[in-house]
Nanobody
Framework: EVQVVESGGGLVQPGGSLRLSCAAS????????MSWVRQAPGKGLEWVSS????????YYVNSVKGRFTISRDNAKNTLYLQMNSLKPEDTAVYFC??????????????WGQGTQVTVSS
């Protein structure tokens, strides 16, 4: 059974940092691209960042460029999202998704349950 489980969310003040993790199981992690997707209250899904299977290619939405860093540890079957200089508009539920292919731009095929990130003073 494929599973992706997010962790690391929480409440942080503006300007603070959080690191999200996504533990994967049930598939060969190193063969698939992965993504972080978020949903703010009352809004639709927003693709935040993606990474290819080997970790050599990445994508970031403009609003997080220079603040967020996606990475993966294929030996540990874990995806990360380091979030720095957080802003209130980063408040959302963050989902981890397995992509259909090894590239970073494939469609998502499996989703986690999400982890809440709240940026507020």
């Amino acid at each position: 059974e494929v599973q992706v489980v997010e962790s690391g969310g929480g409440l942080v003040q503006p300007g603070g940092s959080l690191r999200l993790s996504c533990a994967a199981s049930g598939f060969t992690f190193s063969n698939y691209g992965m993504s972080w997707v978020r949903q703010a209250p009352g809004k639709g899904l927003e693709w935040v960042s993606s990474i290819n299977s080997g970790g050599s290619s990445t994508y970031y939405v403009n609003s997080v460029k220079g603040r967020f860093t996606i990475s993966r540890d294929n030996a540990k079957n874990t995806l990360y999202l380091q979030m720095n200089s957080l802003k209130p508009e980063d408040t959302a539920v963050y989902f981890c998704a397995r992509l259909a292919f090894g590239g970073y731009n494939g469609p998502p095929v499996d989703w986690g349950q999400g982890t809440q990130v709240t940026v507020s003073s």
